[in-house]
C-alpha cells in the first residue's frame, strides 16, 4: 500500500517562472493537505482539499499560489511568478474522509534562483 | 502566528537516557498529535491523544496533556541513536487543518 507520493522531489526555478508540485493521496484517502516548511522551522498549513473542492484555504497567500485537486489525478499546488521567499519544503498529506491521524509525503524542495 | 511553541528547540543525550519534549498551545483543541521527522524526509506520525484524555502509550512513548495549562509533553524511553530526529506537536482544532511547534531537534548519540 503505496504511501503519499509527491514528485518532484526537487524543483529547481528561475524567478518569474512557474512552479507545479504534484500529490498523490494514499490509496483510498479524498482528503488532500498541503503545508509549507521554511529552513529552521515547522510546517505551516496552506490549503485544505477535498476532491474537486477546497475546503479550507486560510494559510494560502492572496496572489500567485492555487491549488486544485481534481476529480481524477493528484492534486496539484501551482505558484505562478516565483520569488526567492517562495525557497522551502512542500509537504502534502492525506486522510480518508477528513479523520486523523494526516499522513504525510516526503515532501517538494523547491528552490529559486 | 504558531500555535505551539515546543521546548526545548534542541536536545542531546546518551542512548539509554530518556528524552522529555515539551509543547504548549493557546486555543482549544480537539486532539494533540507528535509527528517525528528525519532529516530530509517527511513527517512520520507517532501518537495522537484526544482532550478528554490525560495519558497516552505506545511502545517507548508516552504522551501526557494538560488542557488546563494547555500544554503536552512527549517522552521517549530507553532512547536508541535511530531515535535522532525532529519531534513537532501539532494542534487539531476543528478537523483538518494541523497547526505546529516549532520542533524539538532530537540528537541521541551512541
Known amino acids: 500500500n503505496a504511501g503519499v507520493m509527491q514528485n518532484p522531489r526537487h524543483l529547481v526555478r528561475r524567478r518569474g517562472q512557474e512552479a507545479r508540485l504534484r500529490c498523490s493521496p494514499m490509496k483510498g484517502h479524498s482528503h488532500v493537505y498541503w503545508y509549507r516548511q521554511l529552513p529552521e522551522e515547522g510546517l505551516k498549513f496552506m490549503v485544505y482539499l477535498q476532491k474537486e473542492n477546497i475546503i479550507d484555504e486560510s494559510g494560502m497567500p492572496k496572489e500567485r499560489f492555487s491549488a486544485e485537486f481534481p476529480k481524477e489525478g493528484p492534486s496539484i499546488l501551482r505558484i505562478q511568478q516565483v520569488v526567492r521567499g517562495d525557497s522551502a519544503a512542500y509537504f502534502c498529506?492525506?486522510?480518508?474522509?477528513?479523520?486523523?491521524?494526516?499522513?504525510f509525503g516526503d515532501g517538494t524542495r523547491l528552490s529559486i534562483l | 502566528s504558531q500555535q505551539g511553541e515546543e521546548d526545548p528547540q534542541a536536545l542531546s543525550i546518551q542512548e539509554g537516557e530518556n528524552a522529555t519534549m515539551n509543547c504548549s498551545y493557546k486555543t482549544s483543541i480537539n486532539n494533540l498529535q507528535w509527528y517525528r521527522q528525519n532529516s530530509g524526509r517527511g513527517l512520520v506520525h507517532l501518537i495522537l491523544?484526544?482532550?478528554?484524555?490525560r495519558e497516552k502509550h505506545s511502545g517507548r512513548l508516552r504522551v501526557t496533556l494538560d488542557t488546563s495549562k494547555k500544554s503536552s509533553s512527549l517522552l521517549i524511553t530507553a532512547s536508541r541513536a535511530a531515535d535522532t530526529a525532529s519531534y513537532f506537536c501539532a494542534t487539531d482544532a476543528r478537523g483538518g487543518k494541523l497547526i505546529f511547534g516549532q520542533g524539538t531537534e532530537l540528537s541521541v548519540k551512541p
Open positions: 498529506a492525506s486522510s480518508p474522509q477528513g479523520r486523523e491521524p494526516q499522513h
Open positions: 491523544i484526544r482532550s478528554n484524555e
